[in-house]
């Protein structure tokens, strides 16, 4: 019986590891105008993303675009960076919208529109997939 069930468990933990496919990750850059040259930390980017911080260190104000929620770059950076789920992202962002405390980032759809709004807004800052990253823009950040 014990065999058994050994047997069992190893075809089973085969299985799970053959129907489970590995989705790796690309890098993801945090960029700025090339004309920001604000020292700007995660710590920073954290707080600029949640609506708890509206300026850079220099007093400009900051424009905070992003992915869509479906996007696997927003999903990568909502955990890696804000450090919270994407269900809890969107709950947080909930309760701010409802009691009038903060709107949630400018959303656009993809790498290359991000990319062309931050180059064309000086104060902006998003992030896209690094593979995108160009002269362009100014690259803070990147993470995989």
């Not at 269900?87 to 790498?111: H, M, N, R």
């Amino acid at each position: 019986m014990t065999n058994r069930r050994f047997i069992l468990t190893a075809i089973s933990l085969l299985f799970l590891g053959f129907s489970t496919p590995q989705i790796s990750k690309a890098e993801i850059s945090i960029i700025v105008h090339p004309s920001n040259d604000a020292v700007i930390s995660l710590k920073d980017v954290k707080r600029i993303y949640l609506g708890k911080q509206k300026h850079y260190a220099d007093g400009t104000k900051s424009i905070p675009y992003c992915r869509a929620y479906t996007s696997p770059e927003k999903a990568q950076f909502v955990e890696a960076i804000l450090l919270k789920s994407m269900l809890q992202l969107k709950a947080y962002w909930a309760e701010l919208l409802f009691t009038g405390k903060g709107v949630p980032p400018k959303t656009l759809e993809s790498s290359e529109a991000i990319k062309q709004r931050i180059a064309s807004t000086p104060a902006a800052i998003g992030y896209i997939d690094s593979s995108f990253v160009d002269e362009s823009v100014r690259e803070i950040h990147r993470f995989p």
